[in-house]
């Protein structure tokens, strides 16, 4: 058992923290304020191929493994949560969703141009009546000729306000409930599809949110992906892999409000000396960056299981559990470290602790996250 990243993984990490420094970081605060992601931004994170981190040079991607995705979503989300949803809903929902259960023609046509910087994409499965229950879907498909037409509408879609391509979940069959549910590949220029404007939040307040309409949508036969009836569990099996980028994004949160928080310590004067020199200080600092670590090692070890191949879905929502609840405790402490500061826009802790929070919500609550678990462990 080894805990050490390799060579390589340790080179992309800088590569990942340089390009966060520099390119995110300065405008980090700016996109929050403004509620709008940056969309020169995109094209750096394009051009730099952090769209693309797991998949296959084949296709366009950097080649590289799971865990090193995960060491680029922490890496962003130390700055930025914002960019580290928007680069997880893009890699680890839509392009997964082609990439393990889509045909080589649509590889080569749709996922190519999503992982080599070209498009950027989506992935529609809650609807305004559907979160965690997918049963309640209410999008339809249905086949007329070589189309399928798609009606319903999608919500918390991220990316979607400047997305080019959408995995839409809807019903080729209602009569069969969640066995009814299909995948598609969906062009989101094409007619009849209307994205609204970006839904105001809480945190994570520059990514992309929007709730998708699909009126009469004519999608081709060919952009199914897989069979009929097999939406359900492409949709699961992405999330599983999406919890794993969550579970990083949220050691991300946490790890970048305990780095501002020491910068702060060292510099704070109280009672005569620097507020570091407090015992209670060094104490919950301590314990803050000692669940940090424990939640990246879970990661870590849901990475390495899904570069295995082995199972992995109960490691990942082990991770995504724990992870989100580091992230919401240790930006609260950090928040109460830096006192009235901690409360104010000016430093960067008090939307780490407004982004954390969503980290316990997407991609599955965590209330989901131990029905994944307790049913793994066969309570």
């Not at 340790?10 to 390119?23: C, S």
């Not at 730099?48 to 296959?56: E, K, N, Q």
């Not at 296709?59 to 130390?78: F, P, R």
Request: net charge negative; charged share 25%; with cysteine.
């Amino acid at each position: 058992m080894d805990f050490k990243l390799t060579k390589p993984q340790l080179l992309q990490q800088e590569l990942f923290r340089k390009f966060a420094e520099t390119e995110i970081k300065p405008i980090a605060k700016d996109m929050d304020e403004a509620e709008e992601y940056s969309l020169d931004l995109v094209a750096k994170l394009q051009k730099a191929g952090m769209f693309g981190i797991p998949y296959s040079r084949e296709y366009g991607g950097q080649g590289a493994d799971v865990l090193t995705y995960t060491l680029a979503m922490e890496e962003v989300s130390k700055v930025d949560a914002s960019t580290g949803i928007t680069m997880s809903v893009h890699t680890s929902l839509c392009c997964s969703c082609i990439d393990q259960f889509g045909s080589e023609e649509q590889k080569h046509t749709h996922m190519r141009p999503l992982i080599d910087g070209t498009a950027i994409g989506c992935y529609g499965l809650t609807e305004p009546g559907a979160g965690t229950d997918a049963g309640g879907c209410q999008t339809v498909a249905v086949l007329d000729g070589d189309n399928y037409i798609i009606n319903g509408s999608k919500v918390f879609t991220t990316n979607s306000g400047f997305a080019d391509t959408c995995i839409v979940f809807a019903l080729t069959d209602k009569s069969k409930g969640l066995r009814g549910l299909s995948a598609f590949i969906v062009d989101l220029h094409s007619e009849g599809v209307t994205v609204s404007a970006n839904i105001e939040r809480m945190g994570i307040r520059a990514a992309s949110n929007c709730e998708v309409i699909y009126e009469n949508v004519s999608v081709p036969v060919a952009n199914l992906i897989g069979k009929e009836g097999m939406g359900f569990k492409i949709a699961m099996v992405a999330l599983d892999g999406g919890r794993i980028g969550i579970g990083a994004q949220s050691v991300g949160i946490a790890q970048g409000a305990i780095d501002e928080a020491l910068k702060y310590v060292k510099e704070r004067k109280q009672f005569g000396k620097t507020i570091n020199k407090f015992q209670n200080t060094q104490f919950k600092l301590a314990e803050c960056q000692t669940k940090v670590d424990a939640a990246r090692l879970m990661v870590w070890r849901a990475a390495v299981a899904k570069d295995n191949h082995e199972a992995y879905s109960k490691e990942a929502a082990m991770c995504k559990l724990f992870g989100s609840e580091v992230a919401n405790e240790v930006t609260r402490v950090c928040v109460q470290l830096l006192g009235g500061y901690g409360y104010c826009r000016e430093y960067p802790v008090e939307r780490a602790m407004r982004d954390a929070k969503i980290t316990e919500i997407y991609e599955g609550t965590s209330e989901a996250m131990k029905m994944v678990i307790s049913g793994a462990m066969k309570v």
